[in-house]
């Protein structure tokens, strides 16, 4: 089955705690990236990355992490995470960039 | 001013009338509009994509672009139930062939 696939669903955890969210994709996509959702701003872009190695910041990078060392995962690193990255976080991957879009299932992230 | 508007709603329709969701975008220069349904506690999923002016049909779902008054519309025909849910609306900005801007969301709520 083709999925993207994004663990955990939820976390919690403590301000400067790092964490990684995991993302893997089966569909062989070439672009990928992360979302965040917030009441009322709707999603906005973290990262994404066009392939292997290329990697390049969305419009609200700041204070997060990615790489691209294979094709099928895309993590993000949170390194020193704050209350105001509180939200829920999407994976998505697709062929290109203003393809469809096949979302994971979301992780709640709650820092306290 | 936000790069792509959409009313929070919710808009409440009864069973088997029209639903008429709304969008417009900033950039005039947009050239690709998706339109995607999130149930709660789900990940997005697309259901329209629309690229040239005039309306495109897919089902009970018709997606209107005019690109002249920047606005993007989803009309949801014979609604049911199952289609409450937000809709988002996303736009693929001017040399913006990476990225997607989406709206936050409209709430749409169809009783029996």
């Known amino acids: 089955e083709a999925q993207v696939t994004q663990n955990p669903r939820y976390l919690i955890t403590v301000t400067g705690k790092k964490l990684t969210v995991t993302c893997s994709q089966n569909?062989?996509?070439?672009?990928m990236s992360w979302y965040r959702q917030d009441p009322g701003l709707g999603l906005r872009q973290i990262y994404y990355?066009?392939?292997?190695?290329?990697?390049d910041k969305g419009d609200v990078p700041e204070g997060y992490k990615v790489s691209r060392k294979e094709k099928r995962n895309f993590p993000l690193i949170l390194e020193s995470p704050s209350p105001n990255q509180t939200s829920l976080y999407f994976c998505a991957s697709s062929l290109g960039a203003v393809e469809k879009l096949f979302f994971g299932s979301g992780t709640q992230l709650s820092v306290l | 001013q936000k790069e792509v508007e959409q009313n929070s709603g919710p808009l409440s329709v009864p069973e088997g009338a029209i639903a008429s969701l709304n969008c417009t975008y900033s950039?005039?220069?947009?050239?690709?509009f998706f339109w995607y349904r999130q149930y709660s506690g789900k990940s997005p999923e697309l259901i329209m994509s629309i690229y040239s002016n005039g309306d495109k049909e897919d089902g009970r779902f018709t997606a209107q672009l005019n690109k002249a008054s920047q606005y993007v519309s989803l009309l949801i025909r014979d609604s049911q139930p199952s289609d409450s849910a937000t809709y988002l609306c996303?736009?693929?900005?001017?040399?913006?062939?990476?990225?997607?801007?989406f709206g936050a969301g409209t709430r749409l709520a169809v009783h029996p």
């Open positions: 950039d005039r220069g947009s050239q690709s």
């Open positions: 996303a736009v693929n900005p001017t040399g913006g062939y990476n990225k997607l801007i």
């Open positions: 569909m062989n996509h070439e672009y």
């Open positions: 990355s066009m392939n292997v190695e290329v990697t």
